[in-house]
């Protein structure tokens, strides 16, 4: 297995739909991210989990709904999302240190 | 405050030619951890390094390297010979303690590097 896993790839979904994406870290990490990266803008930090405890929140609105249920599995709720929700949501992983994150593939979403 | 500035939005250079992507930060911190990712067009993000902020010795790897210097806060990033295949989005990140959640990236806003053949 690859270090961090995202399924799936590629989403679509209508604005009433929900749906929820996944990230599994295989490296034995202790804290998970989720980022967004709409189309020429910054990466967004969104949530960070520490042991399973979530330490940041910055200001996502709450039609996003993480769950972190062990250090390994990190997953994010999505319902009643809106167009400009449309982006390549990106999980990652990383020790309490500063050895960096690892990042997964993204998964590509389009809110129609 | 933007903590990391990228000020190259797009570059495009012919293959075999070197180039410097500039990377600027800010911090109040005196300890910080810097870092290049790279991303392709399948999307996933690549750590290729990172450096703390007590080691300013510059780095090569291969046809990359870094070039960091604290007296003028930047972590530039050569590609010596470029090839096709480094086109990608180069992003600069950095980490300081004045992240709530402990070593959480603060990003630039990327360079998009075009290798023409």
């Known amino acids: 297995e690859t270090g961090v896993t995202q399924t799936p790839r590629h989403l679509v979904m209508g604005m009433t739909n929900k749906k929820s994406l996944k990230c599994e870290q295989h490296l034995g990490h202790n804290a998970m991210y989720w980022y967004k990266q709409s189309a020429k803008k910054p990466l967004e930090l969104m949530f960070v989990y520490n042991f399973k405890e979530q330490t940041e929140n910055n200001s996502v609105p709450s039609r996003f709904s993480p769950e972190c249920p062990n250090s390994s599995h990190l997953f994010l709720h999505l319902h009643t999302l809106q167009p400009e929700d449309s982006a390549l949501y990106l999980c990652?992983?990383?020790?309490?240190?500063?050895?960096?994150?690892?990042f997964g593939p993204g998964t590509r979403l389009t809110v129609t | 405050a933007q903590k990391v500035t990228q000020a190259q939005t797009e570059i495009s250079v012919v293959e075999k030619e070197d180039v410097t992507l500039d990377c600027v930060y800010e911090t109040r911190d005196t300890t910080y951890y810097l870092f290049w990712y790279k991303q392709p067009p399948s999307g996933e993000l690549v750590f290729l390094i990172r450096r703390n902020s007590f080691d300013e010795q510059n780095e090569i790897s291969g046809r990359y390297s870094w070039n960091f210097q604290k007296s003028t806060s930047s972590f530039n990033f050569t590609i010596t010979a470029s090839q096709v295949v480094d086109s990608a989005v180069y992003f600069c990140?950095?980490?300081?303690?004045?992240?709530?959640?402990?070593?959480?990236?603060?990003f630039g806003k990327g360079t998009s590097l075009l290798v023409t053949p």
């Open positions: 990652a992983s990383s020790s309490q240190g500063p050895e960096g994150q690892y």
């Open positions: 990140a950095l980490s300081d303690r004045d992240s709530n959640s402990g070593y959480a990236l603060n």
